[in-house]
């Protein structure tokens, strides 16, 4: 038996959908009916047919993976939990059906399901900090290691045991720096993971979001300026700002360094 999260998606009214139906679902209904694909190989063409405009390859390969597990993974036996965000409860349930590709089971919200029953709801707080932290991951569908026992007792709806010791705050900074720590290590693959031009989009983004105006220069030759910033919409107010951005796992020497330097102006920062 797995333990898998399964999220009803953004909308509040999502999680009264699904169980109503008594089914969990997942969005990319572009993809259509998947039952038909085999491999992670079939299952990342599919994606890139119904999502053209996507051409990260990391991003394929997460997104595409997602409806892979839902379709080829899960298996009937295994226990789901749909968290349900506003009201700070999880559904917790037994799959007993197969994929289907039912566009109109749920309409307007999503067409990949697979039968569940409910067995529980439990409010958030009834989950161990370190549980807690699992089901609040941001991907729509991931499998859940190590929580076996626990989630058993959450399905029964046992108390959870309490030995009278535990100071949930002196457990914070060690989940806190777990977290950060996993944040990080996401976050460097991800970004070892896109091309240089999407990496080039980030930099002007994070410029973007500190207030600054940005002019990113297209793909090709960029005479040594790849965003010009600035804080003002019309560019002359300072600091007026060029950078040179490079996305590489090798150093960056000297002479890349002299010839960046030569670009900038003498009101100018790099």
Request: proline share 6%; with cysteine; aromatic share 8%.
């Amino acid at each position: 038996m797995a333990v898998w999260v399964v999220r009803a998606g953004v909308q509040a009214e999502a999680v009264d959908a699904v169980r109503e139906a008594s089914v969990i679902a997942i969005g990319w209904e572009e993809m259509a009916d998947c039952s038909d694909l085999m491999g992670r190989e079939e299952f990342k063409a599919r994606y890139r047919g119904a999502y053209p405009e996507d051409m990260s390859k990391t991003r394929i390969a997460g997104q595409a993976g997602q409806v892979y597990r839902f379709v080829r993974e899960i298996t009937s036996g295994d226990i789901v939990m749909t968290p349900d965000a506003p009201t700070r409860e999880v559904l917790i349930g037994k799959v007993t059906g197969d994929y289907r590709y039912d566009p109109s089971l749920l309409e307007g919200y999503y067409a990949h399901v697979r039968s569940v029953e409910w067995l529980n709801t439990v409010s958030r707080d009834d989950l161990s900090p370190s549980l807690r932290n699992v089901v609040g991951g941001a991907l729509t569908l991931f499998a859940v290691e190590g929580y076996d026992a626990e989630v058993q007792r959450l399905v029964e709806g046992t108390p959870p045991v309490d030995d009278g010791d535990e100071d949930e705050d002196e457990d914070q900074p060690s989940l806190y720096e777990d977290t950060v720590a996993k944040a990080d290590e996401l976050t460097a693959d991800i970004l070892a993971g896109i091309g240089p031009y999407e990496f080039q989009d980030l930099v002007a983004a994070v410029l973007r979001a500190m207030g600054m105006r940005t002019r990113v220069s297209p793909p090709g030759p960029d005479k040594g300026t790849d965003i010009v910033a600035h804080p003002d919409a019309l560019g002359f107010e300072q600091p007026r700002i060029r950078v040179q951005v490079k996305h590489t796992k090798s150093a960056i020497g000297a002479p890349d360094l002299r010839s960046f330097r030569a670009v900038i102006g003498p009101d100018e920062k790099g």
